[in-house]
T-cell receptor, first 115, second 118 residues
Framework: SAVISQKPSRDICQRGTSLTIQCQVD?????MFWYRQQPGQSLTLIATANQGSEATYESGFVIDKFPISRPNLTFSTLTVSNMSPEDSSIYLCSAYKSVGSYGYTFGSGTRLTVV | AQTVTQSQPEMSVQEAETVTLSCTYD???????LFWYKQPPSRQMILVIRQEAYKQQNATENRFSVNFQKAAKSFSLKISDSQLGDAAMYFC???????????????FGQGTILTVHP
């Protein structure tokens, strides 16, 4: 299965600033997703990162706050913009390769603290 | 919209014993996939087992097996001979079959924290 490198693993940021999280997959994948997870809670899908086009956002998440890029089939970024303490959370990316596997690979997550 | 419910926020088991984690889901689809993921404190999501809805046979992976009851929309995970390394948060997840705008998306349950006592 694919392996994802997610960076940074953690960061502490000032409110009002932005942070970009990167995910690099070691092989081409069909789909990439971004999730948010409060510690000890479930994963909530933010958006599907579409290669070469705008991401598809879930209800409650908007592009201005969480711009996403996916320039090719192995790389995606999520930016958390104009951060507030409420954005403190764990952010995970996930990749899905439809050919040959029904499984998903997840990055190790980015623990973000906004102060 | 599909929903996944895990009604047990926490479970505990003695080492070498068996434990069952519950999961129910709601869907109008006939083609879908179900998964159990394990998330240890490292945050890494690890696939434990998956089940295709069209398969009547319950999936098994070594000490892990599922009881898939399609009509009841139930998908429980049984862990046999529990080990200390099994301690983690366990998530049940649903994915619809091919096609449609929500293709590929995983819907997760709330999670169950499993503690293994030595």
């Amino acid at each position: 299965s694919a392996v994802i490198s997610q960076k940074p693993s953690r960061d502490i940021c000032q409110r009002g600033t932005s942070l970009t999280i990167q995910c690099q997959v070691d092989s081409q994948v069909t789909m990439m997703f971004w999730y948010r997870q409060q510690p000890g809670q479930s994963l909530t899908l933010i958006a599907t990162a579409n290669q070469g086009s705008e991401a598809t956002y879930e209800s409650g998440f908007v592009i201005d706050k969480f711009p996403i890029s996916r320039p090719n089939l192995t790389f995606s970024t999520l930016t958390v913009s104009n951060m507030s303490p409420e954005d403190s959370s764990i952010y995970l990316c996930s990749a899905y390769k439809s050919v040959g596997s029904y499984g998903y690979t997840f990055g190790s997550g980015t623990r973000l603290t906004v102060v | 919209a599909q929903t996944v419910t895990q009604s047990q926020p926490e479970m505990s088991v003695q080492e070498a014993e068996t434990v069952t984690l519950s999961c129910t889901y709601d869907t109008s689809e006939s083609d879908y996939y179900l998964f159990w993921y394990k998330q240890p404190p490292s945050r890494q999501m690890i696939l434990v087992i998956r089940q295709e809805a069209y398969k009547q046979q319950n999936a098994t992976e070594n000490r892990f097996s599922v009881n898939f009851q399609k009509a009841a929309k139930s998908f429980s995970l049984k862990i046999s001979d529990s080990q200390l390394g099994d301690a983690a948060m366990y998530f049940c997840a649903y994915r619809r079959g091919a096609g449609g705008t929500s293709y590929g998306k995983l819907t997760f349950g709330q999670g169950t924290i499993l503690t293994v006592h030595p």
